[in-house]
């Protein structure tokens, strides 16, 4: 895959093809008895997919597949303030993979309980996770959705690469003060967004802050973004849940 930018000393490019699968969702109201058995199938279609070698948390991306007990299927409660109740994020094996095991969530019941915008793209870079990390303790998510504007189009090769290297001062921060960064996956070939990032955060206070840090090195002049921050909860808490 080519990379839309360049690695850096934070950023390196992830091989094979493995593939995201986000999701911003918004709850249904279900038929009578439906909650429950849509529930149901859709956890035993996520065992599925699990068994054919996808990841079905943020902590589970994290921690590269190596530990199931990190890898309950789990969401981040959006709803306190954003237009969506929840977001996550899956990873399947490839990205045919990705778009026939969210038909196949779709058809087990997950379209009955939420209306759901699907994101899926290749992963670009591999996640970052360093000593400040407090691993599983940190329960707070925060999904960075952004495209490259008409200033990046504009840039040549050496004011984006002067780019790339002033915004790695940003991100070193961020993991030296604890974010565990989820790598970063491609979206343009089928959305109006090019990248996703995913930061597990140990507070929101820690997200103002890191976000003072990449305006001060002016991450946001070559891109459009918009932002999700939530705590994580158990898919199967958050069917529950009205």
């Known amino acids: 895959m080519t990379l839309l930018s ?30 429950g058995r849509s529930a149901r199938a859709v956890a035993e279609q ?8 996808w990841l079905l948390s943020v902590d589970g991306i ?29 990873e399947a094996p490839t990205a045919s993979d990705a778009l026939d095991g969210t038909l196949a ?6 379209a009955r309980l939420l ?3 699907w ?11 360093g000593p400040a990390s407090r691993g ?37 921060s ?17 959305s109006q967004w090019d990248h996703v990032g995913v930061w597990r955060v140990p507070s929101v206070a820690m997200v103002q802050a890191a976000m003072r840090e990449h305006t001060r090195v002016a991450d946001f002049k070559f891109t459009t973004s918009r932002h999700y921050i939530g705590r994580r909860t158990r898919l199967d808490d958050a069917f529950r849940r009205k």
Not at 14 to 22: D, K, M, T
């Open 6 to 35: 360049e690695e850096t000393e934070v950023f390196e490019a992830a091989p094979g093809q493995r593939c995201a699968v986000l999701f911003l969702a918004r709850r249904r109201t279900p038929g009578p008895g439906d909650a």
């Open 46 to 53: 996520l065992e599925v997919l699990r068994a054919q070698g």
């Open 62 to 90: 994290l921690a590269g597949g190596g530990r199931r007990s990190a890898d309950t299927p789990t969401v981040y409660d959006t709803g306190f303030s954003h237009d969506v109740d929840f977001v996550g994020m899956f």
């Open 105 to 110: 969530l779709e058809q087990a019941g997950w």
């Open 115 to 117: 209306r759901t915008e």
């Open 119 to 129: 994101l899926i793209g290749p992963k670009e870079f591999l996640p970052v996770v």
């Open 136 to 172: 599983e303790e940190d329960g707070w998510g925060f999904f960075a959705l952004w495209k490259w504007n008409s200033a990046w189009q504009a840039a040549t090769a050496e004011e984006r690469r002067a780019y790339d290297l002033e915004c790695d001062d940003a991100f070193s």
């Open 174 to 190: 961020d993991v030296r003060n604890g974010a565990a960064i989820a790598g970063r996956y491609r979206l343009d070939s089928a």
